[in-house]
């Protein structure tokens, strides 16, 4: 199986390039953010615990997360792999996901960042923000709260794989096409 953890900063093109990948190398795209949004719409229990802290800009507390994300692999039995999408975003979050995965025989192969500017995420994300309906994509105070909560809690995340020897950067900026060419000349590599 390969398990690729891929990271960034909020707008960095994670669930853009995500979807591409997904394609390409048929592996089970897991967007974190994409199965909170789904609970909302459905007005879930788990949606109504996340909707406050997302519409704050805030992560959504681990345990919360963790049991989501565990649900969403077990559901998909049989995978090549995963593409994680917004997850780990903690150290408790990576902790859990490398107990999960070593209970399963398995492992994550690498974590690619996407490395793009602030300035950048922002003009993204307010361009977004005018037509997804996002709420957490309309104010700029809230993206700039997404931005500051990347900083503090999960940027540590890339000395966490480096310390093991997978953690890959890639430029994030750029046309999309050029960014998939980036991400698969690192994926080639380790499939
Ligand atoms: P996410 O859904 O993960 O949202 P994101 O960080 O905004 O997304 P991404 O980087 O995927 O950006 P995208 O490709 O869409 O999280 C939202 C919230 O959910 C979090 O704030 C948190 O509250 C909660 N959450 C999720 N996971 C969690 C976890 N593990 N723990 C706790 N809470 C969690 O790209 C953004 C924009 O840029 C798009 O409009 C896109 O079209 C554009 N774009 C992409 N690539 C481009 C390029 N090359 N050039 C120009 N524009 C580009």
């Known amino acids: 199986m390969t398990n690729l953890v891929l990271f960034g900063p909020p707008g960095a ?9 997904k394609e390409k190398y048929q592996l089970v795209h897991i967007s974190t953010g994409d199965v909170f949004r789904y609970n909302i719409k459905n007005e879930t229990e788990l949606g109504k615990s996340a909707k406050s802290y997302m519409d704050k800009g805030q ?6 997360t963790i049991d989501m994300l565990k ?4 559901g998909n039995e049989g ?10 975003r903690t150290r408790a979050q990576a902790e859990a996901l490398g107990e999960f995965l070593a209970s399963k025989g398995e492992e994550v192969d690498a974590m690619i960042a996407l490395e793009v500017e602030d300035e950048v995420l922002v003009q993204r994300l307010l361009e ?21 909560v990347y900083y503090e ?13 997978k953690y890959y950067g890639v430029d994030g900026v750029g046309s ?8 698969s000349a690192v994926i080639d590599k380790l499939i």
């Open 13 to 21: 093109g994670k669930g853009t390039q995500a979807s591409i990948l």
């Open 79 to 88: 995978a090549k792999g995963f593409i994680f999408d917004g997850f780990p």
């Open 153 to 165: 809690e999960t940027a540590i995340l890339k000395e966490y794989y480096k310390k093991d020897d």
């Open 59 to 64: 992560l959504v507390p681990d345990q919360v």
């Open 176 to 183: 999309v096409k050029e960014i998939t060419e980036r991400l």
């Open 128 to 148: 977004r923000g005018k037509t997804s309906g996002r709420p957490d994509d309309a104010d700029e105070s809230v993206i700039r709260e997404r931005i500051k």
């Open 71 to 74: 649900a969403e692999v077990e």
